[in-house]
């Protein structure tokens, strides 16, 4: 008898699997991209990150347009913006997460073709509950007075 349960709660456990909701749960709001300049084989995605359910983790990224994605952070060390990988960025309820430059972002590596105002990529976000969220980015130039053009 309780080998019947137990086998009843595991298949009750399977069908409830979480993961479709959690990912419901996670918003991603203007995701977008820097053209790049020149030759540049390196860009950056941004994009602001919320939850209407449990604190999660984005621990990962992939972008068919990058050969390789990491999550970085900007610091100042010794007055020198330093850019370093993160394992995992925070998403708490009730607070936006932003990624934004001079902050965190995900770093596109080996991009095999630049990116071009305009243009739109698929970005696939891995969230430690949330499971992968795929979202587009926008290549365009930042938004707002303190990313304004700079001439
Ligand atoms: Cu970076």
């Known amino acids: 008898m309780k080998r019947i349960l137990i086998a009843a709660f595991a298949a009750l456990l399977a069908f409830a699997a979480p993961w479709p909701a959690l990912a419901a749960d996670i918003k991603v709001d203007d995701a977008w991209a820097r053209p790049t300049l020149g030759q540049a084989r390196n860009g950056a995605a941004y994009m602001t990150i919320s939850t209407t359910g449990a604190a999660d983790r984005l621990v990962g990224a992939s972008a068919p347009v990058a050969g390789k994605t990491e999550l970085h952070n900007m610091t100042m060390n010794n007055n020198v913006m330093q850019m370093r990988p993160v394992d995992a960025i925070q998403v708490a309820p009730g607070t936006e997460v932003k990624?934004?430059?001079g902050g965190l972002?995900?770093?596109?590596?080996?991009l095999k073709s630049p990116l071009k105002q305009g243009d739109k990529f698929p970005l696939t976000l891995k969230f430690?509950?949330?499971g992968e969220i795929q979202v587009?980015?926008?290549?365009?130039?930042p938004r707002g007075p303190a990313g304004g053009h700079r001439h």
């Open 99 to 101: 990624l934004q430059p």
């Open 136 to 141: 587009q980015v926008e290549v365009r130039q």
């Open 128 to 130: 430690e509950r949330g």
């Open 105 to 110: 972002h995900v770093m596109l590596l080996d």
